[in-house]
């Protein structure tokens, strides 16, 4: 029953802006840190960023300065926006939570079921 939810993944030209959202839903007692993974094609998935409850970030060096991590805790949502878009930037891209649920109570990490991401040059 519980779950998270990717949205905003499209295709877009190089040096184009995306922002993905991510949505928890459930029996969500606490979200402690969230992230973004990509999947690019032929390469083992990837962490592009986190972002802790207490809004401490963290970004892989390829994406530094150009995509920023964020969070609504009162709507259980995830952002994340990306400007100037490279086509090395395409993948699919991956909601990551750890989460403490109840009924029956327990703490894991969830994944969202991905959006893919294209930049065309």
């Known amino acids: 029953q519980v779950h998270l939810v990717e949205s905003g993944g499209g295709l877009v030209q190089a040096g184009g802006s995306l922002r993905l959202s991510c949505a928890a839903s459930?029996?969500?007692?606490?979200?402690?840190?969230m992230g973004w993974y990509r999947q690019a094609p032929g390469k083992q998935r990837e962490l592009v960023a986190t972002?802790?409850?207490?809004?401490?970030?963290n970004y892989a060096d390829s994406v530094k300065g150009r995509f920023t991590i964020s969070r609504d805790n009162a709507k259980k949502m995830g952002y994340l926006q990306m400007d100037s878009l490279k086509p090395e930037d395409t993948g699919v891209y991956y909601c990551?939570?750890?989460?403490?649920?109840?009924?029956?109570?327990?703490?894991?990490?969830?994944w969202g079921q991905g959006t893919q991401v294209t930049v065309s040059s």
């Open positions: 972002i802790t409850s207490g809004g401490s970030t």
């Open positions: 990551n939570a750890d989460l403490v649920v109840y009924s029956p109570w327990e703490s894991r990490l969830y």
């Open positions: 459930g029996s969500i007692f606490r979200i402690n840190v």
